[in-house]
């Protein structure tokens, strides 16, 4: 009876034993709570467990929630055996793998879409250790394209009574939702009713991506015409990471009325002279398209334009002129006004006049001044060169060298440009007076024509004739009136020796001057053959030689030189002639008694003669005093 009782109560404590072991031995399942992936990526959710069986002896399976909540298998894995589901969204794009751990899968997604955002179940059921289950989220993401921002092209006025837009900002195809965020300058800009409407619109592309469009419209203010509209964009990516991007700023045109209104002169700079093109502007400190400008100021008027040129202006232009700013939505004029005053120089008035006639050695003066706004200064030229600084020309002991024409110019320094001018033509009255020509004697060849000039001074301005010494009248070539008188020419054809007069008169007296001109042949010499020129050289034997010269040397001599050795020649002979005269008186070449006759007697020893060289003869031929030759047998 005892012993029964024992068995029974081993029993018994073995089946305790198993039951509690067994407890002990429950599976279990590890996943993350959530997996994201970027949209078109590959996607892998990890399942550990762990069993007294391990993988070998577990059974496996893969379930997605649909929208709609109901589990869905997707995949089946059991030892020897493995398979996706057919006709799931993604049999042909998942597999499932080892970990390399003993308990551990990973179910692999391809090209994820956005419909696989979905929640993944890895469920595992052990022989002993029962059955357990864990899930994971799959999110998806795709980044936004750049966002763009449009403002308005129009002008917005601050009179407007309504809100007006500002602008848009959008961003396309994002995921998750992105948000967008107006700012003004720094501040971000949230709705105020009656002052700031920002209005989101969002759309579901055909993709399941996210585009959104937000508009701005506010009551503009002056201040706004200098601020900076722009948005922020924010949207997710993968890892919780918040990323953000900004467009580029806008401004606005803001139209605010003129509270006030400036003019001036634009152009020219400074003092205004008669002869410039004014320019007068008017501005306001509004900004205001439905403002109307008008200038008016004497006869001159600028309609809706804030510019007023007047070209050409004169002295009667000056004075007032104003600007009108009229607001066409307010219908208020605003304006103000400058003073234009145009400078002058008046025309020179010189006295006595025009012309001033001088007598000769008398003095004269001259005044010049001009009626200006400004103080001038005067100055008198001649020739462009200033012969007096100040109003008054005063000419002394005249002569005609004090004729011409003086120029007097007036200058108001202040402005550039401003300078009148005038002129004095001044005659000095005298009888003619011819300048005396550098040559009056001159020697030309026959057929040759001779330009003859002749400078007369004098006013009136004489008359001048040209005549021969036959009484022929020669006309004029040309003649020119000049300061102090007269500039006459003639041209004379040498047909042989000429003598030509200048006559100059005029009511106070005459003048003539005379030129004489030679007619000279020039004999033209043989070729090669030597010229003989009577030499100026003496030898020591009382004997003067004749040289010779080539025609080159006479051509390079010119004639003036050949007259002068002729001259010389003709002087030396008469001086040889004077002492051959001399000896004879004293009986020096007439023998003892010193009255041998000279035609019958010969040359002695002491004889004078003449040597003749020339280049073609070898033999010096000698001449007594009576002209005979003498042979070389009685030298």
Aim: some cysteine.
């Amino acid at each position: 009876m005892a012993a029964r009782d024992t068995s029974s109560l081993l029993v018994v404590g073995l089946l305790l034993f198993f039951h509690t072991w067994g407890a002990w031995a429950i599976a279990e399942v590890n996943m993350e709570d959530r997996v994201d992936v970027r949209l078109d990526d590959t996607a892998q959710i990890n399942c550990m467990f762990s069993t007294e069986d391990g993988l070998g002896g577990t059974i496996i399976q893969w379930f997605y929630v649909t929208r709609t909540g109901e589990k869905q298998r997707i995949y089946y894995l059991e030892s020897g055996l493995s398979y996706p589901e057919k006709g799931t969204p993604f049999s042909d794009r998942i597999s499932v793998n080892g970990t390399g751990a003993t308990e551990g899968v990973v179910l692999t997604i391809n090209k994820v879409q956005l419909k696989d955002e979905l929640e993944f179940i890895c469920y595992v059921k052990s022989l002993t250790d029962g059955t357990a289950e864990g899930r994971t989220k799959l999110r998806v993401f795709q980044t936004p394209a750049t966002p763009t921002i449009v403002g308005v092209q129009k002008g917005i006025s601050i009179q407007e009574e309504s809100m007006s837009k500002i602008g848009t900002c959008e961003v396309t195809n994002g995921y998750p939702k992105p948000n967008i965020t107006w700012y003004k300058d720094n501040t971000p800009m949230r709705s105020i009713p009656g002052e700031v409407n920002v209005l989101p619109s969002i759309t579901i592309e055909s993709t399941g991506l996210y585009s959104v469009k937000s508009e701005l419209a506010m009551k503009v203010v002056k201040e706004d015409a200098d601020a900076h509209f722009y948005c922020e964009v924010t949207y997710f990516a993968p890892g919780e990471e918040t990323m953000m991007v900004e467009t580029s700023p806008i401004n606005i045109t803001v139209y605010y009325p003129h509270t006030d209104i400036i003019m001036w002169v634009e152009s020219p700079k400074g003092k205004i002279k008669e002869g410039d093109n004014v320019v007068i502007q008017c501005s306001g400190n509004g900004n205001n398209p439905y403002t109307t400008f008008s200038i008016k100021g004497g006869e001159n008027l600028s309609a809706d334009t804030s510019e007023l040129v007047v070209e050409n202006i004169t002295r009667l232009d000056s004075g007032k002129y104003e600007c009108f700013a009229l607001d066409m939505e307010s219908f208020e004029e605003i304006s103000t006004n400058i003073t234009v005053f145009v400078n002058y120089l008046e025309d020179v008035v010189i006295k006595p006049g025009k012309i001033m006639e001088v007598p000769q050695g008398d003095e004269r003066e001259a005044t010049c001044n001009a009626l200006s706004s400004l103080p001038t200064q005067t100055a008198w030229f001649k020739n462009g060169e200033e012969v007096v600084k100040g109003h008054t020309l005063a000419l002394k002991d005249a002569t005609f060298d004090t004729a011409g024409t003086y120029v007097c110019v007036v200058t108001a320094e202040e402005v550039e440009g401003l300078e009148r001018s005038g002129t004095m033509r001044v005659y000095i009255e005298g009888q003619p007076v011819i300048l005396t020509p550098d040559i009056t004697e001159m020697e030309e060849s026959p057929e040759k024509t001779v330009d003859l000039n002749c400078y007369v001074q004098g006013y009136p301005y004489p008359t001048v004739t040209w005549s021969t010494s036959e009484g022929k009248i020669l006309p004029a070539t040309s003649e020119t009136e000049t300061d102090d008188g007269v500039i006459s020419t003639a041209s004379v054809k040498v047909t042989g020796d000429i003598i030509v007069f200048c006559n100059a008169t005029n009511s106070l007296g005459e003048d003539s001057v005379t030129f004489n001109i030679k007619a000279i042949t020039h004999t033209t010499p043989e070729t090669n053959s030597p010229t003989i020129i009577p030499s100026t050289t003496v030898t020591t034997d009382s004997s003067v030689k004749l040289q010779t010269v080539s025609p080159n040397q006479l051509k390079k001599e010119g004639s003036g030189v050949i007259i002068a050795v002729i001259i010389i020649c003709i002087l030396l002979l008469a001086i040889l002639g004077s002492v051959l005269y001399f000896l004879y008186k004293k009986g020096k070449i007439c023998g003892r008694s010193g009255k041998q006759d000279l035609s019958k007697g010969k040359a002695g020893k002491d004889n004078i003669v003449v040597e003749m060289k020339s280049d073609n003869t070898e033999e010096a031929v000698l001449l007594g005093v009576n002209g005979e030759k003498q042979l070389p047998s009685d030298q």
